[in-house]
């Protein structure tokens, strides 16, 4: 597990454009601080691209500690998160909605792993796909240790595939002296000329020291939009990442923790050098399905890294990268719902359209506007069906009132074919709405309702509401005079009588 946070941190902290020691601490600690604070057991955290494209510009336009005291002020978001109890709200994200996280992201893992197949052409001095003998040769590896991580765990389980698959690769590349890129060329390829050769995955223990900033209200000025957005966005791929183990699982994670837990570690980042991050759902698929469903998983992956770095440092570097994409290529196959593709012409077709908008916008630009977009769709489609849901009766009743028996909520979508149900011009002087199966939803409605009355009252007439629920009767209450109508009392229904507008006497 530890091994393969190692390229994702590395990666990572190059799209950040920090140092790549920077984006391994930020992985030790992400992990160690979530698997003791967080809310979901097994799950992993570390340096990940959707928060990486955020910090780019502010690290080349201010320098890395301006990142560091961003992160502070994205961990005390992330901890108000959880102290207010917002985690709550991710229970709001609909079905399709999570399916088209899990499918982009998939997606853009695979993509991620992309980067593994470049090598630093040394004529150009830029980045070039790997070609001939060296791309047979990974690709040979990369099916070796796919086919490792697919047949090992119907053998058994004692062991896991991953690290015996990373053993194997490595021997095979060492004892048959293969020609195949290491996680050090990978390295050395996005360094200048200058460094690369002196290039090394040692490090020491992360020291403690308060970010190098001026602390001055134009400080806050640049970093407060940045550390929203962090805060924001790993908190909602944590959290839909949380909620998916719980589904794999069948437990439940503690959503207002995890963001508590999640604020902690990256305010300790900013405090410690490292890059922060979030959640990860690559890895945290490899931990559930490697058995590691407690917090001792999430701890010991990031014990081993940080071992690794002060100690092993030279093995890490001598790890092929084909073993490593490999098993995230393993990740991608799990990950996606290949359910969802099946499912198409069973569901809806707004549906479909949402799983399929949520995928690409995730891979076209990120997580958050991915689950932002969704659940704006998602509701606006919602609104859409349930406002033409609105329909009436009608029948004279024993005082010669029309009445008009609605079914369907009032509010701001239904409010057009509301209108239309009714012919003021034709309805005798006393009119009834009738409320039993239906209800007043938002201030939509009540204009709706007011503008009603008013076409009435303008004809001589009056209208009536009748068996409004005691929330309807709350609303209008509040309204005031916005909303002059006339409650009638109903003693089988307990509706307790309140006028808001004297009634004109009936004429029939």
């Known amino acids: 597990m530890a091994l393969a946070l190692i390229p994702e941190a590395i990666a990572f ?11 391994l601490y930020g992985a030790v600690i992400m992990g160690f601080m979530t698997a003791i604070f967080g ?11 959707a928060t990486a494209v955020v910090m780019v510009s502010l690290v080349a336009e201010h320098g890395v500690q301006y990142l560091f005291a961003t992160l502070l002020l994205a961990g005390l978001f992330q901890v108000l998160a959880g102290v207010l109890r917002l985690g709550k709200f991710i229970r709001l994200v609909p079905h399709p909605v999570m399916f088209g996280f899990v499918n982009g992201l998939a997606i853009v893992i695979f993509l991620a792993q992309l ?19 060296l791309l047979y040769t990974m690709a040979i590896l990369i099916a070796v240790t796919m086919a490792i991580m697919h ?44 460094q690369a050769a002196a290039a090394t995955l040692s490090g020491s223990l992360p020291s403690f020291a308060i970010p190098d900033v001026p602390w001055s209200s134009e400080t806050l000025r640049i970093i407060l939009p940045f550390a929203f957005l962090i805060a924001a966005i790993g908190l909602i791929e944590s959290l839909l990442t949380l909620t998916l183990i719980d589904d794999i699982t069948g437990t439940r994670g503690r959503s207002n923790r995890e963001c508590v837990g999640q604020g902690i570690a990256n305010a ?33 992956a990031a014990v081993v890294l940080l071992v690794l770095i002060l100690f092993g440092a030279s ?18 196959v799990g990950t996606f719902e290949w359910s969802s593709l099946r499912i198409m012409h069973k569901i809806p077709m707004t549906d479909a359209f949402i799983i399929v908008l949520v995928s690409g916008v995730t891979v076209a630009f990120d997580l ?33 009132y029309k009445v008009y028996d609605l079914r369907g909520p009032i509010y701001f979508g239904s409010i057009a074919n509301f209108k239309e149900l009714f012919d003021p011009q034709g309805d ?5 709405i009738e409320f039993k199966r239906s209800r007043i939803s938002d201030h939509s409605g009540i204009e709706a309702l007011d503008a009603l009355s008013e076409k009435y009252e303008a004809l001589g007439k009056t209208l009536h509401l009748r068996h409004l629920s005691p929330a309807c009767r709350e609303l209008l209450e509040r309204a005031g005079d916005l909303c002059e109508v006339n409650v009638l009392e109903d003693p089988t229904y307990r509706v307790s009588t309140e006028l808001l507008h004297p009634p004109v006497p009936s004429r029939g």
């Open 151 to 194: 047949f090992l765990p119907k053998v058994t389980t004692a062991i896991p595939a991953g690290l015996v698959a990373i053993a194997v690769v490595t021997l095979a590349v060492v004892g048959f002296d293969l020609e195949a890129r290491t996680v050090i060329d990978f390295v050395r390829d996005r360094l200048p000329a200058d």
């Open 13 to 23: 902290a190059f799209v950040a454009g920090v140092a790549p020691m920077v984006g």
């Open 268 to 300: 300790t980042n900013g405090f410690f050098g490292g890059m922060g991050g979030c959640a990860m759902i690559g890895q945290s698929m490899i931990n559930i399905k490697s058995g590691g469903r407690g917090r001792l998983s999430g701890i010991t």
């Open 368 to 400: 958050a506007i991915a689950v932002i977009v969704g659940v704006i769709v998602s509701a606006l489609v919602f609104a859409w069906k349930h406002a033409q849901h609105i329909e009436v009766d009608t029948y004279e009743d024993a005082n010669g």
């Open 315 to 332: 093995l890490i570097e001598i790890i092929p990268l084909a073993a490593l994409v490999g098993i995230m290529f393993m990740v991608v």
């Open 115 to 133: 980067e593994q197949f470049e090598i630093h052409d040394p004529l150009t001095g830029s980045l070039t796909w790997i070609q001939g003998e």
């Open 428 to 432: 005798p002087d006393d009119v009834v």
């Open 39 to 49: 809310g979901r057991p097994g799950m992993i955290s570390g340096a990940t691209a």
